[in-house]
């Protein structure tokens, strides 16, 4: 299979944990992107990377967050001292630059907080 | 006007219909467009991308109406199998490079 990847595809933490997951993208894409969808709202964007360059982030990423993509390839969203608002679907998107926001998507890593 | 704006539905339709939605946006200088579908507890996946006025595919029509700021998705001959929910996305704009995603209109075929 040569689609997004994420893993792990469910997350159950206590509030407080810290927790990372990690998005390995198609492997010619060199954008990736995080986003965030709760039920019955669409996903939000997070962050995205061009290579290993963090190019934009959201004013939804808070400073509790972070993502990584040393060597331009997988990426990692962490999340510390985790809260129940965090729970969610997190996406991971990537796309090639030159099809312009044509984003493929991966399946998703499910967090529950409790 | 929210960025983007869709009616969530849901659409019920019997299998063989023609159904259309349709969605509205904030970013008048947004270039290009796109509908995403998602089924239950899936991945969005990429259905239609729109550049220019419109774009037919199969039994798919998206159409671009700029003066007006929307953007419609028709299905004819509907199958059970377009069940799903179908997501209006427009580039965030502002310089930035992400997506805004509409919240998603539900669409039920029955047969």
């Known amino acids: 299979d040569t689609g997004v990847s994420q893993n792990p595809r469910h997350k159950i933490t206590k509030r407080g944990q810290n927790v990372t997951f990690r998005c390995d993208p198609i492997?010619?894409?060199?954008?990736l992107y995080w986003y965030r969808q709760t039920l019955g709202q669409g996903p939000e964007f997070l962050t995205y990377?061009?290579?290993?360059?963090?190019?934009?982030k959201s004013r939804l990423l808070s400073d509790r967050f972070s993502a990584e993509r040393p060597k331009g390839s997988f990426s990692t969203l962490e999340i510390q001292r985790t809260e129940q608002g965090d729970s969610a679907m997190y996406l991971c998107?990537?796309?090639?630059?030159?099809?312009?926001?044509?984003?493929?998507f991966g399946p998703g890593t499910r967090l529950t907080v409790l | 006007r929210k960025e983007v704006e869709q009616d969530p539905g849901p659409f019920n339709v019997p299998e063989g219909a023609t159904v259309a939605f349709n969605c509205t946006y904030s970013?008048?200088?947004?270039?290009?467009f796109f509908w995403y579908r998602q089924d239950c507890r899936k991945e969005p996946k990429l259905l239609m991308s729109?550049?220019?006025s419109g774009n037919e595919d199969g039994r798919f029509t998206a159409q671009l109406n700029r003066a007006s700021q929307y953007i419609s998705l028709l299905i004819r001959d509907s199958k059970l199998s377009d069940s799903a929910t179908y997501l209006c996305?427009?580039?965030?704009?502002?310089?930035?490079?992400?997506?805004?995603f509409g919240k998603g209109t539900h669409l039920i075929i029955q047969p």
């Open positions: 970013n008048s200088a947004s270039q290009s």
């Open positions: 996305v427009v580039p965030s704009g502002g310089g930035a490079d992400g997506l805004t």
């Open positions: 729109v550049y220019s």
């Open positions: 998107a990537s796309s090639l630059q030159a099809s312009y926001n044509e984003q493929f």
């Open positions: 492997s010619e894409h060199n954008r």
């Open positions: 990377f061009q290579n290993e360059a963090q190019l934009e």
